[in-house]
Each structure stands twice: as C-alpha cells, then as structure tokens.
C-alpha cells in the first residue's frame, strides 16, 4: 500500500490503493461500530472476573487491563471480518446484496485486505503478549493465535454446514471467556454466570443470524450456500431463531440467578431485554425483510449495551 492514495478503474469501480484510503475504506466496509455486539459482554466479563470469590479489586491494575481487552475485542474483530471479506469476495461478487463491498466491488484489492487482516492478528498477538510482560498472566499469549484461528473458521462455515450461523455465536461467545482469562483466570472455575453470558451470546448472536440471512435465502439456495433460511426455508427459520433466542434468553436469566452480585439493576435489564426480543420478532414478522435494520442494528445493539452496563454497574456496587 502507497502513501499516496490514488485510484485506477477496475470493471468499472474505482480502486482504492493508498493506505490510508485503503485502512478508511476497509473500517467502513467492515462496519467497525458493530463491535458493539460483543464489546459490552467483555467487559461485564471483565468486572465479574475482578472481584470474583471477593478479591478486593485493584482498580489501577484493572483499567490497565481492561484497556487491553477493549484493543483485543477491537483487532481480534477486526482479523475476523477482514478475512471474511477477503474468503467470501468472490461470492460476495454475485450476490446483488454484497456485490458493493469493498473488495467484492474491485474498490479495494484482496492483496491489501490479506495485510490488513495480517496487520489486525499482529496487533492483537502483542496486546495478548502485554497481560504477561505487565500482568504477569501468560494465558492470553498462548491462547491468542487458536481464538484468531477460531473466529475466522466461521466465514468458512457456510460451505459445508447450516449451521454456520452457531459457529458465528460461537466466536463471539468466546469474547466473555477470553477477557474473564485475560482479567483473572480463576474466574472460570468460580463465577458459573460467566459460562451461562456466553452460552447466552452464542444463542442470542445465532437466532439474529439467522433472520438476517433470510435476505440471502434465494442466493444461497442458487449458489449452493448452506444455512438455516436455505435448508429450512423463510417460516422454518423464523421458527429457528425464535427457538435460539428462547434459549439465550433462559441463559440469561440463568446467569443473573447464578451470581449474587448480580441483583435489580442486571435483572431489570434481563427483562428489558426480554421485551425487546419479542418486539423484534414481532417487527421480522410484520415486516420480513423490510424491518431487518431495525430488528438487526438497533435493538441487538441496544440489547448487548444494557445487559453490559447495568450488569457492571450492578458488580460495582457490590464490589
């Protein structure tokens, strides 16, 4: 990538090949503002696993921390959607809803989104690297490179399994895991509510998958895709979804049941919640495809802000 940013013509779309046209172009193709989906369940993670089994927090420690885990959520997301962008470019290429991304498009060349996904798992390997050189915590160094291998294998998915949509709630359920580890290891072993948040993000992220790959279902069908909408159709998918996100929500109840530092403001947010997973499906139902940018963007990232914020401000308190 050049310094200057110029641009050539490529089957008629303008390519963009400076770096840092080519770094804009990519962070707004990727959506960088979704890594609210996750982000909020790290860093309630993060405030479970400090004061887990009554550990009087260090609070100058912590913020060092937590401002690694919210570079790691960042470059980790960043790996992930990039290297999706760059296996599905061809595909993208012909499908009338993707055929304007970036690298889909001819905008940007796979070449640079290779290095930028290169340049992405770097950063996170050297802030996984910090927690031992200041934290003295050695876990995220050795498990940094298999969550960078785990949650690109999901864009790779939908070629040979339906159920494509549980691997992509399987990598980021893995965020609440990876900061908990980053923050205080033990924590795992002591604070169940941490296994019940991120069975919860696996099924929460799976059921809105699913509805919002109903846009695609005629596309994967002609192209031999595999996903829930493809195999089981528009109503078997609606019904899929209902199910996953039934689940999460008894995870989620299941979780702020499990820790007592989680009491009236985490509870009114799982009601809260609640609601707006049955408004949701409410407007999928009402309006199928038309009313996704609601259903999808806005309450789910309503949805992961309220259960972050309310669930650490109830840890605050009773730390």
């Known amino acids: 990538m050049s310094a200057e940013a110029p641009t050539s013509t490529i089957d008629g779309a303008a390519e963009t090949t400076g770096a840092i046209g080519v770094v804009r172009l990519a962070l707004a193709d990727i959506k960088l503002a979704h890594t609210v989906f996750a982000m909020p ?19 100058g420690r912590f913020a060092g921390q937590l401002a690694l ?39 940007m060349r796979v070449r640079d989104g290779v290095l930028l996904a290169l340049a992405s798992a770097g950063a996170f390997l050297i802030c996984c ?35 494509c949509h549980v691997f992509l709630g399987g990598a980021l359920a893995f965020s609440p895991i990876a900061a908990a580890i980053a923050i205080n290891p033990s924590a795992l072993t002591s604070t169940p509510a941490l296994w019940f948040i991120a069975g919860m993000v696996l099924f929460w992220v799976a059921g809105f998958d699913v509805a919002y790959a109903l846009q695609d279902l005629d596309y994967d ?7 829930i909408p ?40 799982v009601t809260l919640v609640g609601a707006l997973l049955v408004y949701e499906h409410t407007i999928l139902h009402r309006r199928g495809i038309a009313g996704l940018p609601m259903a999808f963007f806005t309450i789910n ?4 802000c309220v259960l972050g914020v309310m669930g650490s401000v109830d840890v605050l308190i009773a730390g």
Request: proline content about 4%; glycine content about 6%; aromatic content about 16%.
């Open 41 to 59: 369940f790290a860093v309630l993670a993060s405030f479970l696993a400090l004061t887990a089994g009554g550990v009087t927090p260090d609070w």
């Open 69 to 107: 885990v919210v570079l790691c959520m960042i470059f980790a997301r960043t790996w992930a959607m990039l290297v999706n962008r760059v296996a599905d470019h061809a595909i993208d290429r012909d499908n009338p809803r993707t055929k304007k991304r970036a690298m889909a498009s001819g905008r």
């Open 129 to 163: 690297a910090l927690f031992w050189v200041f934290f003295d915590n050695p876990w995220p160094t050795f498990l940094g490179a298999p969550t960078l291998l785990w949650i690109a294998f999901y864009s790779y998915t939908k070629r040979f399994t339906f159920l």
């Open 221 to 227: 069908r002609e192209v031999g895709l595999a996903s």
């Open 230 to 269: 493809a195999t089981f159709g528009w109503k078997g998918a609606l019904w899929v979804s209902r199910g996953f996100h039934v689940i999460a929500f008894a995870l989620l109840v299941a979780a702020w049941r499990s820790d007592p530092r989680l009491t009236l403001l985490f509870g009114a947010a």
């Open 301 to 304: 990232g309503v949805v992961s």
